[in-house]
Structures are given as structure tokens and as C-alpha cells.
């Protein structure tokens, strides 16, 4: 089963003054693009993947979304992800953003304007009895009790 991708089409110019034709980014690319960049921070739960093999970039929602939006000149991405228990949000949320910027930039040559992350979730490994706080290099271990 072939992905389906958005029709609308992010324009894309040729900055060496050849004209050899037309390239087009559907913003479905772009939002596959910016779920992959996100899933690949460490601390982001990743997502399962839909399907077999064809389908990579498809992930399933539930864990992690990304949506571009187009206005005027400037595009803004806003990304929907779960954290693992322990990490650092704001660090984390910086990673994502600089990472989905990053990846579109150099996979696209294109310049993201905005990267708003919001964190829906903060995933708990419930069978643990310790709780771990990550900071920096040093993990710091509180035993409930």
C-alpha cells in the first residue's frame, strides 16, 4: 500500500540561479521528516511503526505527531511527543528542536522558522520501586521508603 502524502506542496527554490525545473516537498515529507528527527532524542518514547517494511516514517500517533503549518514566508513546526520518566523536559525539548531543524535543513535545504514542542505525557516504568533523576553525566538514585 503506497503512503499518501499531502498535496499541498512546499515551494522550493534553486539558490544557483540554474533552472533545471520544478521541485516540489509535499508538507507530509516535512512532518515525516520532523517525527523521525524527534524519535531519534533520547528521552523521546519512540513510536511503533504502522505496517511492514514501505511504511517507515509512518508512525502511530498515539506517541509521537508532527504538523507543519505555512504562513506567508515562514513555516513552524509543532511536534507532539511522550517522555521516558527521568528526563530533563526542557533539555529535551530543546534536543527535538534543534534535531527536527537540523534534519529538515540539511535532508531539504529548508528553513524552519519554529519548532514548538509540546510534551503530552511522561511515560513510568510502574514496576520499578527506586526513581532515577538524570542530571548532566550523574545519575542520582531516590529509594522510596
Known sequence: ??????????????QEGFDLGEINITTGVLEDIAAKAASEVDGVIRPTAKGEGNNFFRFESSSLNAKLKQEADKMR???YIKLHYGYSVPQVAMQVQDRIKEQILFMTDLVIDQVNVHVTAIETDSS???SFFQLDDEIIEEVEG
Request: no cysteine.
Open 1 to 14: 500500500m503506497p503512503m499518501k502524502s499531502k498535496n499541498q506542496a512546499v515551494a522550493f527554490e534553486r
Open 128 to 130: 520499578s520501586e527506586a
Open 77 to 79: 513546526i509543532d511536534v
